[in-house]
């Protein structure tokens, strides 16, 4: 294996705004993934159960029927339900955490940038306060308080 060199980051740029936008994208999915999809999932599950007017009059028996390969159809059937509810929780566990993230990431942008701008501004701030150095010569600069 070749050595790996770490990325070219020299032109990097990071917009907050991008930043915020894709924070609200992904809620918008988590919204949809909570809302529509999970909404959905309950349907096909009430669908499942069947005729609920009409009981099973058979011992053991499924929406499929009661003999053994229906039997097994039906518990193929929930298990596959059942996995894919765990699996929309999942990503709707993940979408939230990858919207806090990216606000995360946003808000350490926003603290450096104010930290840069307040540091930038206490440097002017300093330099603007400084006397000018003396001028070649001996001639002290008009902004002493002593003439010669």
Known sequence: MGDIRPPDVGDLTVSVEDLDAAAAYVERLKQYVDETITYEMERIK???????EHGQTVPNGTPFGAYEDARMQWQALTTST???????????????????????????????EARNAATGKEIERMLESAAPPPQAGGTPPSTYPYTA
């Open 82 to 112: 059942a996995n894919m509810e765990a699996h929309i929780k999942q990503l709707s566990t993940r979408l939230a955490a990858l919207k806090k993230g990216t606000e995360d990431i946003a808000q350490a942008f926003r603290d450096v």
């Open 46 to 52: 009430e669908r499942m159960k069947g005729d609920s």
